[in-house]
C-alpha cells in the first residue's frame, strides 16, 4: 500500500520561503507517476501547483511559475516543494499526491502552512 | 489552460434519491484523464472515478461516470449518509492539469 506524508513548517513569515517534503512510502518514487503537490487555502477549493517525474521533468502552474520550484531525491523516495516569496495569499492546506494515468490515487493526509509574521 | 466548471455550486437531497453532478470543460478533455474525487472536512480527497467512467478500486459502484469532449457527468444512484460531501472533478490531460470549483452535495 503506498503512503505518502508530508512534512515541514506551519508557520512561514511573509516574503519567506515555504518549503515541504513528501515521504513515499510502499512503493518507488521510480514508478511512472506524476509526483504531484496541491493546495487547499481555509474554505476554498483545490488548486493544482506543480508536479515532477522521477526524471526530473517538471511541470508547474504558470500563476506559481515564478516563485516555484518541485525537486524529487531518488535515493531517499521523496519529492519536495518549495515556494519563495510567500504572503497570506499562500496559507493553505498542502497536499502531496501520486498521479497516474487513473488519475490521483494516493493522497498524503495534507499539511496546513500559515503565512504570518 | 482548461478550465473545468462545476455545477450546481450546492446540491440538497435527501438520502435515497438520485444526484447529478456536472463538470464543463472550456476545451475538449481528454476522456482517457478526467476524475473525480470526494472530501469531507479535514480529509484528503478520495478518486472516485478516473478515465472519465472507471471507478477506483473500493469505490461503491453506486458511483458512476460519464461524458465525452467538454460535458462530463458523476452520478450517485442512491444517496447514503456518508456520500454527503464536496466533489471536485479533476482533468490530468492537459498541461497544466486543473480541477473544478466543487459540488457541494448537502442534506435536504
Redesign the interface.
Known amino acids: 500500500q503506498v503512503q505518502l506524508q508530508e512534512s515541514g513548517p506551519g508557520l512561514v513569515k511573509p516574503s519567506g520561503t515555504l518549503s515541504l517534503t513528501c515521504a513515499v512510502s510502499g512503493g518507488s518514487i521510480s514508478s511512472s507517476n506524476w509526483w504531484t503537490w496541491v493546495r487547499q487555502p481555509p474554505g476554498k477549493g483545490l488548486e493544482w501547483i506543480g508536479e515532477i517525474f522521477h526524471s526530473g521533468s517538471t511541470n508547474y502552474n504558470p500563476s506559481l511559475k515564478s516563485r516555484l520550484t518541485v525537486s524529487v531525491d531518488k535515493s531517499k523516495n521523496q519529492f519536495s516543494l518549495n515556494l519563495s516569496s510567500v504572503t497570506a495569499a499562500d496559507t493553505a492546506v498542502y497536499y502531496c499526491a501520486r498521479v497516474s494515468s487513473k488519475g490521483g490515487d494516493y493522497w498524503g493526509q495534507g499539511t496546513l502552512v500559515t503565512v504570518s509574521s | 489552460?482548461i478550465v473545468l466548471t462545476q455545477s450546481p455550486g450546492t446540491l440538497s437531497l435527501s438520502p435515497g434519491e438520485r444526484a447529478t453532478l456536472s463538470c464543463r470543460a472550456s476545451q475538449s478533455v481528454s476522456s482517457?484523464?478526467l476524475?473525480w474525487?470526494q472530501?469531507k472536512p479535514g480529509q484528503?480527497?478520495?478518486?472516485l472515478?478516473?478515465?472519465a467512467s472507471?471507478r477506483?478500486?473500493g469505490i461503491p459502484d453506486r458511483f458512476s461516470g460519464s461524458g465525452s469532449g467538454t460535458d462530463f457527468t458523476l452520478t450517485i444512484s442512491r444517496l447514503e449518509p456518508e456520500d454527503f460531501a464536496v466533489y471536485?472533478c479533476?482533468q490530468?490531460g492537459n498541461?497544466?492539469?486543473?480541477?473544478?470549483?466543487?459540488t457541494r452535495l448537502e442534506i435536504k
Request: neutral net charge; proline residues 11%; charged residues 5%.
Open positions: 489552460e482517457s484523464y476524475a474525487y472530501q484528503a480527497p478520495r478518486l472515478i478516473y478515465g472507471s477506483a478500486t471536485y479533476h490530468y498541461s497544466p492539469p486543473t480541477f473544478g470549483q466543487g
